[in-house]
């Protein structure tokens, strides 16, 4: 755009005719040619000036379950938890999944084995790690999984299939689901690990390696279970997390974790947030028993 203007001040502009200083008034004359080609902008005298406004921005409408922007860090969204004594398990989450986050189901049961698992918004769960803790016996399994970029929705249910038992007083199965937001939607996995005492009685359940965490604020996530009091030591509810983790099952120790001679299989888990380097995951419990545990470290 070029402006050609006049060569002197306005005030010094020759009157009309001799007679009382005219004014002087400008206009901006816009001459528009084909696209591509430019604006036309010219300076002449004695035409009234000209406003010039502005062509509105146009709206554009959009989706908000596609803008939604994640957490900076990742955090746990919601939880729930479900004991079953039947062939299956479902529990559903209280409030719709957000389309892309993460979900983690961790599972204990006494002697049946996973034979499906699902939900309802056909994501398809992949498998960090599964052993027993009674391996002699063929009890008190745990199992944890994971499913990224989940399709979210309403009503979200996660139902597990079980085998049958052996055990007419065993069979009891937990299931545990946690909704992540902020983890990698492509490769979230950094590193996992699945570990027992190896048939020998303990207070300290903990990962047999220290996990590798190849990013700042990775979520460090465990599930355990264990067998019981050992030698006829007394039972107790009592579960600690590791230092800097947060206990996030049981909740009440009624409903959501209690020994074999209960309506539950031992269930716990705990997760936190880490930076980068690695994690141990680990429990103390009130008695000595044979125990296992999964833990996994998640990338944002």
């Known amino acids: 755009m070029s402006l050609e203007q006049p060569t002197e001040p306005l005030d010094k502009l020759p009157e009309d005719k001799g007679k009382s200083k005219l004014p002087y ?40 379950d596609t803008l939604t922007p994640g957490p900076s ?6 939880s729930n938890f479900g004991t079953s004594t039947d062939s299956t398990n479902a529990v559903q989450f209280g409030q719709p999944v957000r389309k892309g986050d993460l979900i983690l189901v ?15 918004q056909g994501d398809g769960y992949q498998k960090i790690g599964g052993t027993f803790a009674n ?15 989940v399709a979210g929705g309403s009503a979200t249910t996660v139902t597990v299939t079980f085998s049958g038992f052996k055990d007419p007083d065993g069979g ?12 990698s939607a492509t490769s979230p996995r950094d590193d996992a690990d699945t570990n027992t005492s190896n048939d020998q009685a303990t207070k ?3 990962a047999g390696k220290q996990l590798t965490a190849s990013e700042g604020n990775e979520i460090c996530f465990a599930v355990g279970v264990d067998s019981g009091p050992q030698d006829n030591n007394p039972y107790s509810d009592s579960i600690s997390a590791g230092q800097d983790y947060t206990l996030l099952y049981p909740a009440t120790s009624d409903q959501q974790q209690g020994d074999d001679a209960k309506s539950a299989e031992r269930f716990y888990t ?13 429990f103390s419990i009130a008695y000595p028993s044979t125990w296992a545990i999964v833990s996994v470290a998640l990338k944002p």
């Not at 009891?172 to 983890?183: D, F, K, M, P, S």
């Open 270 to 282: 705990e997760a936190a947030l880490v930076q980068q380097g690695g994690c141990i995951p680990n």
């Open 73 to 78: 860090s990742p955090l746990l969204v919601q």
């Open 172 to 183: 009891g199965t937990n299931v545990g689901i946690y909704e992540y937001a902020g983890l």
């Open 106 to 120: 961790a599972i204990t049961q006494f002697e049946r084995q996973v034979t499906n698992l699902k939900d309802n």
């Open 135 to 149: 391996p002699d016996e063929g009890q008190d399994y745990v199992e944890l999984y994971y499913f990224q970029n």
């Open 25 to 64: 008034i400008i206009t901006l004359i816009a001459i528009l040619v084909p696209a591509g080609a430019g604006i036309i902008v010219a300076w002449t005298p004695y035409i009234a000036p000209l406003i010039f406004h502005p062509a509105p921005t146009p709206t554009v409408a959009m989706s908000t």
């Open 204 to 206: 300290t359940l903990k």
